[in-house]
């Protein structure tokens, strides 16, 4: 046997050497981490003061070079992204002599954007229009970007952005006509905008970018509400949609470029969420240029009443992406980080922040005295060039004629928009839209047939539980294969799971593309739906759907992060640019739907009386009282109901499968489009009383109203929706009653009147019509269905029965939430007889 000696220890190899960074790279990295606490960003100088270096840097020749590159006009916050690659991109970037700047035409587009704001303040005094005098760098900024996205291959631009110099972008930088903008100004017909429309600066254009040597980037500007960041996740989500229609290199093709406040940036939380969202599989887009058009205030808020950290961006750094900070006023600095954005951007498909840095010439509006609150700054502004003469100066050229020029150019278009009769409309539709249309057409309806034959729902049933044989499937999902085969096989009821899938795949081998997304979706919050499968020993993925054929439509569907209000701004935005696609989001719970109360009341429900924007996003809202407490019950029908107006929206609530099924095919194969708002059941999911047979999908179309023609000579109608009605009709059984009808209705709005009225005509001889619901009297349908009621119905009594009114949609105990229900019960069939 070998011994061991100690002389065997000097045979082992040594340790490499940890390498060292010379003083140079020391000096350096201490910059490169620390230098943008000592730029000069306000061009007013009061605020962001220098800040001294957490590591002290030595003085000598090293510090002084570093200090030129990270110490001026300029503050690159980047160190805190953990690939070096990225960094070193960066840094090379940072460290090299800065690009030349086409200066003249820089001068140029600084001259437009100011004396455009001059024309409009001198020919419109006192009018509101958010001006953009001391950010006007602004628009070389957006120049510079699409000139150095052109040759990354962008083809497409998705801008969004708050009212904060909308209009002298939609001019200078979207290409509409200033004319176009000054006409908006002008008390023109009003009957060009009746009954709808929205304030010049929420409005959306569409216009082209064009490059010196011919290359050109469509724009489009998003419609925004006065909600300041709520448009984000729906520019990012139209952004999606476009990338998708392009194929492969979308991402490359379509840039997302989304304008903030400082302000709005730090304080409102759907920006956090779509930052988040955007990186997320499903939902990213190839990052996005973010830049914030910084006033360094807030309406009347100072930065430090705005956000509680140095910058408005540092809400940003949670991810490992860029953020450049730049003084406004040393404009050939904003046109080189612009160049830097957009090949930043395409070279790691990456979202960039850009802190735009410059002050805000007037009050918050023009009618507001800014004097009142922030004193000093505006004594300083009061005497502070414009920022066209400022950069002439700097560049020794004289102006003058220039401005004489544009003046005369601007002041003869607002000359002849001064006598317009009409406002003029800023936007089109693109081309994808001209199969649908806005408009209800009731008579497309009677005609649509959604049904399928019996074999054609066999197969499609037998094609969405096919897996490959190496596929370890779990047992529990066997076992619910083998009961979803035999509804296939007529031997058993079809559950709303069942039926979706079936209506997805009828529409997928239709190719017609299917989306849907939502926060454990893809199982489906009640483990009804399990589109995708998860192997038990690998846990890699099959989705069924997607593969039904190599000609089918495209299927997607993601778990969404924990987010409401981003999540579905996004589908909504979606749904904007791919109107072809079945576009659908659902809540975990329909209570949960308020999370997201401002993209429904600003876009979905809004949209298109605002903008003319027309969308066919599908919200499933998972409702119904069953005792799980205030917060898992309702999915607040009454607010949408409120929301309804003007054949804006849909809503309805299938009460069974088969129904369900109709209702996501008619919604797709309509030729029009209205978003539609679906409160999806929970314990009826699997129920029988809610199950359908194999030959109810073959029936024509969904019913908004399901009459009763199971009791002949009524002398009481019982209308309700949802639920409760099931709940009603194994009561009636129970009872033994052939007294009292139960009526569905399946559509609340757009009203079914016709369909109604048909059904309670039915039953002649009943002498009370009595609306059923589960929901408190101050909320539900309650008072949006009985003045309808009390309308159609003049010669029988109109009642109701109901929860009473209560501040919470529902108790938190299952025993009193039982009792109420035994109570609505005992009261909706009080007095019959058996």
């Known amino acids: 046997m070998a011994m061991k000696t100690k002389s065997a220890k000097t045979l082992e190899p040594e340790p490499a050497p940890i390498p060292t960074l010379n003083q140079r790279e020391v000096v350096f990295d201490i910059f490169r981490r620390w230098g943008y606490l000592q730029t000069t960003l306000d061009p007013l100088g009061q605020f962001l003061p220098g800040e001294p270096f957490p590591t002290p840097a030595p003085d000598g020749e090293y510090s002084t070079e570093a200090r030129s590159y990270y110490c001026g006009t300029i503050a690159a916050e980047f160190m805190h992204i953990a690939n070096p690659e990225r960094r070193q991109w960066i840094q090379e970037r940072m460290e090299q002599a800065p690009p030349a700047t086409d200066q003249k035409h820089v001068l140029d587009q600084l001259i437009r954007a100011d004396i455009f704001e001059q024309v409009i303040q001198s020919r419109y005094l006192g009018t509101k229009r958010f001006s953009l005098e001391g950010l006007t760098a602004l628009i070389p900024f957006l120049d510079a970007v699409f000139a150095w996205s052109v040759p990354c291959g962008v083809k497409q631009a998705v801008l969004a952005m708050s009212h904060r110099g909308r209009l002298n972008v939609m001019t200078n930088t979207i290409g509409r006509g200033a004319g176009e903008i000054f006409a908006k100004f002008e008390d023109v017909d009003p009957r060009s905008t009746l009954g709808g429309g929205d304030v010049k600066y929420h409005m959306g254009a569409t216009g082209t970018y064009r490059s010196p040597d011919g290359a050109e980037i469509a724009l489009h500007l998003v419609s925004n509400p006065s909600h300041l960041e709520a448009v984000d996740p729906v520019a990012i989500g139209r952004a999606r949609a476009k990338q998708t229609r392009l194929g492969e290199n979308g991402r490359d093709q379509v840039l997302p470029l989304i304008l903030h406040g400082d302000a709005a940036f730090a304080g409102q939380g759907i920006f956090a969420e779509s930052l988040v969202l955007a990186a997320l599989s499903g939902f990213n887009v190839g990052g996005s240029i973010h830049v914030i058009v910084n006033n360094l205030l807030g309406f009347t808020a100072l930065p430090e009443e705005s956000n509680a950290s140095r910058f408005s961006s540092d809400m940003a750094k949670r991810l490992p992406i860029p953020i450049f900070h730049v003084n406004a006023e040393d404009v050939d600095s904003v046109v080189r980080v612009a160049r830097i954005a957009a090949e930043y951007r395409h070279t790691f498909h990456s979202d960039v922040v850009i802190d735009l840095i410059g002050y805000r010439r007037h009050g918050h509006s023009e009618v507001d005295d800014p004097t009142v609150t922030q004193p000093r700054r505006y004594a300083v502004i009061k005497d502070h060039p414009v920022l066209y003469q400022i950069y002439a100066k700097q560049i020794g050229v004289d102006p003058t004629e220039k401005v004489q020029a544009i003046q005369a150019e601007f002041l003869e278009q607002q000359r002849i928009a001064s006598k317009a009769e009409h406002k003029p409309i800023l936007s089109k539709l693109p081309r994808y839209w001209d199969n649908y249309r806005g408009g209800c057409l009731p008579t497309e309806d009677a005609a649509l047939r959604t049904g399928l034959p019996a074999e054609q729902i066999t197969a499609l049933v037998k094609e969405t539980t096919t897996y490959p044989d190496s596929f370890h499937i779990h047992p529990k999902v066997a076992k619910l294969f083998e009961q979803r085969l035999e509804m296939g096989a007529g031997k058993r009821a079809f559950d709303y799971g069942m039926a979706e899938l079936v209506a997805f795949a009828s529409l997928l081998k239709a190719r017609t593309p299917v989306r849907l997304s939502g926060q454990d979706s893809q199982r489906g919050t009640f483990n009804q739906r399990h589109a995708v499968m998860v192997d038990t020993e690998t846990e890699a993925r099959w989705v069924p759907l997607g593969h039904l054929g190599d000609n089918q439509g495209r299927f997607e569907v993601y778990n969404s992060m924990l987010s409401e209000a981003a999540v579905l701004g996004f589908e909504y935005g979606y749904s904007r640019d791919y109107p072809e696609t079945l576009v659908l989001w659902e809540a975990q719970f329909g209570d949960f739907a308020n999370g997201a109360q401002i993209i429904i009341d600003q876009f979905i429900t809004a949209g298109e009386a605002k903008w003319g924007l027309l969308s066919g996003v599908v919200m499933l809202l998972p409702h119904g009282y069953e005792g799980q407490g205030p917060e898992h019950s309702s999915a607040r029908l009454e607010r949408f109901l409120q929301l ?191």
């Open 644 to 834: 309804a107006a003007h054949d804006n929206i849909q809503i309805c609530q299938p009460s069974t499968a088969a129904q369900y099924f109709h209702l996501l095919r008619r919604q797709s194969m309509r030729s029009w489009r209205k978003p539609l708002v679906v409160f999806t059941p929970k314990s009826m999911l699997r129920h029988p009383d809610a199950s359908s047979q194999l030959a109810d999908f073959a029936t024509d179309r969904f019913q908004n109203v399901l009459p009763d023609h199971s009791v002949s000579s009524p002398t009481r109608l019982l209308v309700c929706s949802g639920k409760i009605g099931h709940n009603l009709r194994v009561e009636r059984e129970k009872r033994k009653l052939k007294d009292a009808a139960i009526i569905f209705v399946e559509q609340l709005f757009p009203w079914p009147e016709e369909e109604l009225q048909a059904a309670l005509d039915e039953h002649p001889g009943a002498t009370e019509v009595v609306w059923v619901q589960e929901e408190p009297a101050n909320m539900g349908a309650l008072t949006y269905v009985m003045p309808e009621l009390r309308r159609m119905v003049r010669d029988r009594a109109v009642l109701s029965v109901k929860r009473t009114a209560s501040a919470s949609p529902a108790t938190g105990s299952a025993k009193a939430h039982d009792l109420e229900e035994k109570t609505l019960l005992d009261v909706a069939f009080g007095g019959l007889r058996g």
